[in-house]
């Protein structure tokens, strides 16, 4: 299995930006792919989540209403559209992705994870 990010980049508050995942390896199975986010000196986080099948969706509070998660499950690819930016959604994004219906409740039981993409927010 692969996990590909892309779409990051620098953008002023206020301003969007979307972000791919694009997996590979999965074949015709049920997984949940989620989009986490490290900050330098902070702990990695959960930002949003997606079974890719039944469109189970999970967003952390502080990106309810700004961030909207979406799947493509034939083409194996998950994007989360980010509107709204603030400075604190400054982090590299990473996808990360597991097998099954459902979702893990600490990024440390996700099973593949991307290589990361750096989203800045400048104010």
């Known amino acids: 299995v692969q996990l590909v990010e892309s779409g990051g980049g620098l953008v002023q508050a206020g301003q969007s930006l979307r972000l791919s995942c694009a997996a590979s390896?999965?074949?015709?199975?049920?997984?949940?792919i989620g989009w986490f986010r490290q900050a330098p000196g902070k702990e990695r986080e959960g930002v949003s989540y997606?079974?890719?099948?039944?469109?189970?969706?999970w967003y952390e509070d502080s990106v309810k209403g700004r961030f909207s998660i979406s799947s493509d499950h034939a083409k194996h690819t998950v994007h989360l559209q980010m509107d709204n930016l603030k400075p604190e959604d400054t982090a590299v994004y990473y996808c990360a992705a597991v097998n099954g219906t459902w979702w893990p409740l600490g990024y440390w039981a996700w099973t593949y994870w991307g290589q990361g993409t750096q989203v800045t927010v400048s104010s």
């Open positions: 390896g999965f074949a015709d199975v049920d997984y949940a």
């Open positions: 997606i079974t890719t099948r039944s469109l189970h969706t």
